[in-house]
């Protein structure tokens, strides 16, 4: 027997999704700066780089491909690499230092202080990007954290410069969320650079 959906099912599934669609609009002003503050670094030469745990780490290089390979005709490429992407890099070092430096280690040797560091967290909990995070700030990056929930143990990590929060225990709705944020991010982050005088008096080209 083929199983139907009720009206009230499909009501709900829609339901889940609705507040916290509407609290990522409301923090449009945190979006906002934090957009802003990737182009600065976009502008003064910085790469993004992205890192995450399972679908995360999906996101993770997705949003790289996204910086790197614009969709839309007419968007400058601009420099993004996934930590997450290299799975001998990965398993050497939660081999000999743990897993829990897995993205913090590479940091550490990559990266500039120019650089931004975008970690994604669907729950806020996972060391490794906690980790990593902490040693971006401790290096002077630009901090961004996609995290859920309440934030969890990344939202409590003293001076990140910008942690944007989806507000659901709900995995699947906190990564929709997610997308959205990103996909939002990258968008203002060129409206910036298409601002003559915005970021500097001289746009690089």
Not at 44 to 61: I, P, Q, T
């Amino acid at each position: 027997m083929i199983a139907t959906l009720t009206g009230d099912q499909v009501d709900r599934a829609f339901a889940r999704r609705t507040e916290p669609t509407r609290a990522l609009g409301q923090d449009a002003e945190a979006v906002g700066r934090a957009c802003y503050d990737m182009a600065l670094r976009f502008h003064r030469g910085g790469r993004l780089l992205c890192f995450g745990n399972g679908s995360a780490a999906a996101d993770a290089a997705h949003i790289v491909v996204e910086f790197v390979h614009p969709v839309i005709m007419g968007k400058r490429a601009l420099p993004a690499v996934s930590l997450a992407n290299d799975a001998a890099t990965l398993s050497g070092i939660a081999r000999f230092g743990g897993f829990d430096d897995s993205f913090a280690a590479q940091l550490r040797l990559l990266a500039a202080a120019d650089d931004i560091a975008l970690g994604i967290s669907a729950d806020g909990q996972c060391s490794n990007v906690a980790r990593a995070l902490e040693a971006a700030r401790d290096a002077g990056l630009l901090t961004v954290a996609l995290v859920g929930g309440d934030g969890g143990q990344i939202a409590r990590i003293p001076r990140l410069d910008h942690v944007l929060v989806a507000r659901s225990d709900d995995p699947q709705v906190v990564k929709e969320i997610h997308v959205t944020a990103y996909h939002v991010l990258w968008e203002l982050v060129h409206v910036f650079f298409e601002q003559p005088g915005v970021l500097s008096p001289r746009v690089v080209g």
